[in-house]
């Protein structure tokens, strides 16, 4: 069965500058996706940035921007310019290409600092 | 709706008591998922449908739990005889269809306490 560790239990930050969260994974499969979710104190889960497998280039979106090693397994969430928006708890996910479900590691609660 | 609804927000039974969760997905989303948060902990799946065929219940923790989703669209998450172990958030998430760039979009959950 797949796992994600997230090693990180809380992190800080000071707001404008930049925060990296770690993510590792173990899988034996080939195809598979990598997502963050971002989860604020009201509970809605929201995603972040995905990142495909097969894909080498490193997704970005905006401020949030991944390192994805595919042969260390892992795959990190770098924030760029911390807002005190960007506090909430932070998950890293895993699915498989061949199913629909989620693996969640176990969360990562980011605090920015004003 | 413009996303995921739950109901409802939140959810007290005694030890014992059946409780039903009840899921909106967003309009037109064909896959439903149902996950379980554990205070501090990030969410285990439970259950999956496409459309109302449930396809995946493997994260079901006992015969307790039961899920359904007759046309479609609305699910509802059952417990029976619930226990404290049962306490938690449950998550409710959907997606347009089966592929991979399709994310899951979250409701707010369920939040029980078993006393």
């Known amino acids: 069965a797949q796992t994600v560790t997230q090693s990180q239990p809380e992190m800080s930050v000071q707001e404008a500058e930049t925060v990296t969260l770690s993510c590792t994974y173990d899988t034996s499969e080939s195809d598979y996706y990598l997502f963050w979710y971002k989860q604020p104190p009201s509970r809605q889960m929201i995603l972040v940035i995905r990142q495909e497998a097969y894909k080498q280039q490193n997704a970005t979106e905006n401020r949030f921007s991944v390192n994805f090693q595919k042969a260390a397994k892992s795959f990190s969430l770098k924030i760029s310019d911390s807002q005190l928006g960007d506090a909430a708890m932070y998950f890293c996910?895993?699915?498989?290409?061949?199913?629909?479900?989620?693996?969640f590691g176990q969360g990562t609660r980011l605090t920015i600092n004003p | 709706g413009a996303g995921v609804s739950q109901s409802p927000r939140y959810k007290v039974a005694k030890r014992g008591q059946d409780v039903a969760l009840r899921c909106d997905p967003i309009?037109?989303?064909?896959?439903l998922f149902w996950y379980q948060q554990a205070l501090g902990q990030g969410p285990e799946f439970l259950t999956y449908f496409q459309n109302e065929a449930q396809l995946d219940k493997s994260g079901l923790p006992s015969d307790r739990f039961f899920a359904e989703r007759p046309e479609g669209s609305v699910s509802t998450l059952k417990i029976q005889r619930t226990q404290q172990e049962d306490s938690a958030v449950y998550l409710c998430a959907s997606s347009l269809g089966q592929g991979a760039i399709q994310p899951q979009h979250f409701g707010d959950g369920t939040r029980l306490s078993i006393l």
């Open positions: 309009s037109g989303h064909v896959s």
């Open positions: 996910a895993y699915r498989s290409g061949g199913a629909q479900k989620l693996v």
